[in-house]
């Protein structure tokens, strides 16, 4: 009976047209042209390497797609016990007419043929949109991305802007700003007006959300222009920084954004807790981890200080779960947002998605977001989240609490679609 | 077959006669008045100033409670899912006949005039505590609380003792502290013996335990008289204090706290982890929040120093349920208490009750407090207890490991009352 | 349906013969001779303790199996609803005939005798090893054991090093050292050449793993010889050295033991997060807990200097886990490890299990180890995990994934008995 009614409120979540607002999507490349672009995601790359298959195979200079598809396809078994494993499954399934339970050296060749036949249909990128009930798809663009070529209300752009916070004393990301807004950068208040100008452009263009991920011991706090010059100088003269003036210039950048936000009323997704290069010899994407020991009071300057800015945030580690619960339920201006790559699991988001929609108000939560690279990702990653979600609002809503079931799928539908909207102010 | 044992084991839990060892009531005025003394309860007015009410309009002075309710009520909607509103309702359907599924703007009003015509009855307080079947209900009082006026048989005195601990710098507490004990502070051993008079008041009086609550990096130490000396001295003159000194003397009240609780056969709780004012703009008791980097063997000296006086502890982060596990399994001195703030939703108490019962010895742990403010919110806080109570005690006891009904009744009875007789010492 | 599902694999994985990869048996003494072996457990005696039975009357020297068994009897009550007193009910029932829902001082007698009995058959460790289809067992050996007088490829002995890193300040460890090597310590290469000879004698008797326990805050890195030459020849002098002295000198150890475990190509058990002696009055085995505060990240540098080295992780805190589960993702040599001591409850295990096999190649997760000291606890032991893992198996991949039944416990045979072949290279 309890199974019938997860069901039932899964077949209405799955009716839903979805907004997915975080993706890694190329606009001009959106679907998948071999099936190397859908295996070629780090997930499968990073478990295959992490099962034993070297690196040197798997990103090999000139390697053919399929020859590179073959090699991974040796590891699967080794993998498929994995929730990613049944993402590609489910892709094959749904969208290359696979019907074997795995993935082996022996079949993987035709479901290769199968996928380049299907994807080299011009109308490829629709169907995949249409069979998966995406409407628009949220971007993660360079900060000089010139966001043409592409229907910005199908794609919306996004400014993700970690190369400015942490990777400014780079020649290359300096050049990159100038390139991007024609004026260079000598002071901080010229920093600050190149920023600015980067935000008219995206902003012009139809962006939704400024974003960043984070290292778990970042402290966001206010710098003031005289504290950062010195640094700013430092670094426009080429000089080495030692790791307190990168800090301190980090701040000040990432201050200046949430200014911006604030301005131009965007809201500024924070992905916290990512160390990057942690695995330095794993393969593409495959080298980053994590330090559990942060906390969200590391935010507590910055969520005082915009009261007006909307902060949707991702927390890499799930014992991070309990505290970004809690603070949305105290500040008004920090909103849940998905579950975030290492924790991005069923196991991890049951007991995430349970305690969020037990603690915080219905309208500050964004449920998921696919992170994608291609598009055939959106159906089985919200596949799997909209399973979780219809058993949690079975069990916890309608049989616990005796909700309407009625009642429980409007709730599924703000959290999975309604919240987007408004939060990123969709029309 | 699994939901019928449930249902069976919970009828036996609901009989049972509670003692709450925790609350804020006050026993002058333990029951509302209005429904606004229930809807004035932080969670709601936290929830709703979250989900975008200013605290301009919850706290506007002067403001009538109708008024107030109303308003609140324009929010409900958003914070429908919460826990916190199925308290609520459960308050209004089995307090104040309230049939529907939801308070909202069109039905409020006769919920609010059915509760004030039902709280004044003159025996509401009365009718509430046979409701929900409470024989006694413990206190948070002030160290300076003189104690008359009430039944202290039903409502038992606890001497909460923060403002002694961290505010001790304020002249306003040390002149509450010679006020309360006739004799003023001028060094360690007669601030020694005004804490020393508070528990030789507060026991003569029927306290049955002292409490405090503490941030996520205190670390109780023993500070010798000499140390804490000159620091007393520069906090007596007036002086600003550095954090180093403050917290030298907060180690010095604490520890002296904890030798008081050995004399008098008192036990300590211990609420720990809470980071006070963390969102300054909130409402009214919705500022604080907390950094889970904290641990268990921060209390390492303490629990060693004092075999002989018992620690409730409870834990605001979920993640430190596993170490109070673990230490009340290792110390006998250690009693896991309750499911404390932000633990304190199904999703959470749900893995932390398993654990607890899994390796905790039966005796050492408190099952639940209310920690409510107003009388009628044990009913729906103790029933979402005893609802998680009675599904693992179904599942992990009677269906897993084979044991009786019975029997597993008994043990929720332990948890439940039983253990709050034995640690509190109530006859 | 669902029940019947997992009782069919539950049926499947019982029929497995086991490795069991780490346990602390005594191989000249494996099996017990009182049911004071098995109630010594320091589980039950801590537990017991923990629960008010004096320290003193537990380890009372000179105190009679039998009588120590009855003190402990008297406190079984109040520790009836841990998991670690089901184990000792399940050895009872299997094993001696108990046929009773608990062990009390009324029936306790009988089943001393009746196991006295049992336990005086000759061939009692046979039986116990083919009842809980046991076919080989890891010992923790102290790196001076002579390793002879047992049957090695039935007790597989495993090089324990906690000694040697965190001890060898002790002169008793260098006089021990010496004796076992023939060789003395003079500087860091005779160091070396000592632990070097360790390695040549462990592995030509049959070791299979080398392993080491380490408290939270253990951060190994490479240290050079000219760096630890002068901690070292202090130590060699008998002088105190401080901490950080200390620090260096443990590295330095560490880093050498996974340099011989590179050259003799055994993997390298790391069991992290305990902090030793932290309640110093405790019973024996019964003073040690942890500090959450620990990350993987400490091990950033180990990882990636030895990719050779094959490193099955287990951790203390739970909190633990999904660091271990991401680490073991990308990593290739990190290999998850059991469910150790504080985390080795059904609450935990469960989640654990859950996300492992979610996310870490099926080939790189050991399932279980007993951790045992007396051979009667595989049986329990093993039965607790076998029942979980079953649970996961026919909720998680038969029900939600549509595996076949087959497929699943193919699965778990890999989990509980096949990796630790492969991974250890049991021939």
């Known amino acids: 009976m309890s199974d019938q009614l997860t069901q039932r409120i899964l077949g209405e979540l799955e009716s839903l047209v979805l907004i997915d607002p975080h993706t890694h999507i190329n606009p001009h490349s959106a679907a998948s042209t071999t099936l190397a672009d859908i295996m070629g995601y780090h997930y499968y790359t990073e478990l295959a390497h992490s099962a034993g298959l070297p690196r040197e195979q798997i990103e090999e200079p000139g390697l053919d797609p399929k020859e590179k598809v073959g090699r991974i396809v040796t590891k699967l078994g080794a993998l498929e016990n994995t929730v990613q494993v049944s993402w590609l499954l489910e892709i094959c399934r749904e969208f290359f007419d696979f019907d074997g339970v795995a993935l082996t050296e022996d079949n993987w060749e035709a479901v290769y043929d199968r996928a380049a036949e299907k994807m080299a249909q011009p109308d490829w990128e629709q169907q995949v949109l249409k069979k998966s009930n995406l409407e628009k798809v949220f971007l993660t663009n360079d900060f000089d991305d010139p966001l043409t070529g592409f229907d910005t209300s199908l794609y919306i752009p996004c400014l993700r802007t970690d190369d400015l916070v942490f990777h400014f004393t780079k020649a290359e990301t300096r050049e990159r700003l100038q390139k991007a807004t024609g004026a260079s950068v000598s002071d901080a208040a010229s920093f600050r007006s190149a920023i600015g100008s980067l935000f008219e ?37 080429g000089d080495e920084v030692n790791t307190v003036d990168a800090d301190t210039l980090s701040c000040f950048a990432f201050w200046t954004l949430a200014e911006f936000c604030a301005e131009y009323s965007l809201p500024f997704d924070l992905m916290i807790g990512v160390n990057r290069r942690v695995y330095e010899a794993g393969v593409f994407q495959g080298q980053d981890l994590f330090d559990k020991r942060t906390s969200l009071i590391l935010y507590r300057e910055l969520f005082n200080a915009f009261p007006q800015v909307t902060f949707p945030i991702s927390v890499l580690a799930q014992t991070s779960n309990q505290e970004l619960v809690s603070y949305a339920w105290i500040f008004p201006n920090v909103i849940t947002n998905g579950h975030w790559w290492y ?38 990653k919200f596949g799997m989240y909209r399973r979780i979600l219809a058993k949690v609002l079975a069990q916890d809503f309608v ?14 539908r703000l959290n999975l679609r309604g919240n987007v909207e408004d939060i990123f102010k969709i029309d």
């Open 201 to 237: 452009h995206f902003t012009k263009n139809g962006a939704r959300a400024c974003a960043i991920s984070l290292p778990p011991d970042f402290s966001p706090r206010k710098i003031e222009n005289s504290a950062v010059e010195p640094v700013l100088q430092s670094v426009l003269r």
């Open 343 to 380: 924790s991005n699991i069923p196991a991890f988001i049951e007991q995430d998605c349970r305690s969020r929609l037990q603690a915080v108000p219905k309208t500050k939560q964004v449920g998921y977001y696919s992170d994608m690279y291609k598009l055939e990702f959106a159906l089985p």
């Open 399 to 412: 049989i616990d609490l005796g909700w309407s079931e009625e009642r429980a799928v409007e709730l599924g």
